[in-house]
Structures are given as C-alpha cells and as structure tokens.
C-alpha cells in the first residue's frame, strides 16, 4: 500500500487509495497485453491457492503479492473445486534409462528390385453351412459379403 501522505499526483480511486500503476507491460494499440502468456507450475499454483485459504487472506492482496492477476486466481480455485488442477506426482510418470549410440547404416534395396505380390485371389474357397431342419448351404468363389448377410437373414425367418 502506498503512504497516504505521498505527493498526489495521480488520480484516487473510490475508496480514497492509491491505484498501482507502476507495472509495465508491452500491450497493442488497443491496450491488450501481447507476447506469450505466463504459464505457472501447477506446484506454485497450488502453494498460492493453499495462501488464499489462511483465516483473513484476502485473495487480492495474495494476489498482488506475487505479481498475479487476482482474477487468475479465481480461476484456479475454480479448477480445484472441480478437481481439475492436482499436483502432477513423480510416480505417475516413470522414466526409463535410454542408451544413446551412433546411428547404423542398413543396406537399402531400391524399389524397382523388389519383386510385386501377387494379388490375392478371390475365386478360390468354400463356404459350407449346414442349418437345423436338414437346410444345407455351399458357397464357392468370391463371396459378396451383403448378399450372404441377406440370404442368413432370409434363412433365420425361415
């Protein structure tokens, strides 16, 4: 807070204090903060958070104590009430050793030495069903898969 016996030279807010208008920050012609946002380690967040709830923290001055927006705040305790924000724990990441070597060259073929696959051929195999009621079924070659869908539909009203 700033002495109330300083020079005045700015103008007074409503409630006879002093606004704080030393913080600098490069904005856009229209006054809108530019450059990249602040991000804050969930830690950190949960640290300040745990001082908004102390008996007569008042969450502006927590706030303003650590250069934050005091609506930034709100908003974390928001995602805390809903249990969006947690501390992100070692456990729940495990990292694994990893060896690092020289690359090794493997031996390339070029495409035009590899040798095509045959198509795979449709015309050969046999579908046999046999149904209760002494109904036999056989299907040889290419099968449309809808057409035998119909006819075991048909079959099953049968």
Known sequence: ???PRAKRTRSRCPRRSYVDTSVVSKTDRL???????RKYV???TLRILEET???GASIAEVARAHGINANVVFGWRRHAQRGLLRAESAES???LPVKVESPTLLP???ASCV???APASREHGVIEIEFAGGIHMRLQGAVDALLLKRVLKALRRQ
């Open 1 to 3: 807070m700033i002495d």
């Open 31 to 37: 006054g809108r903060r530019t450059g990249p946002r």
């Open 42 to 44: 969930v830690a950190e």
């Open 53 to 55: 709830r102390r008996p």
């Open 93 to 95: 990441t495990p990292l």
């Open 108 to 110: 390339t073929v070029k």
């Open 115 to 117: 040798p095509k696959a």
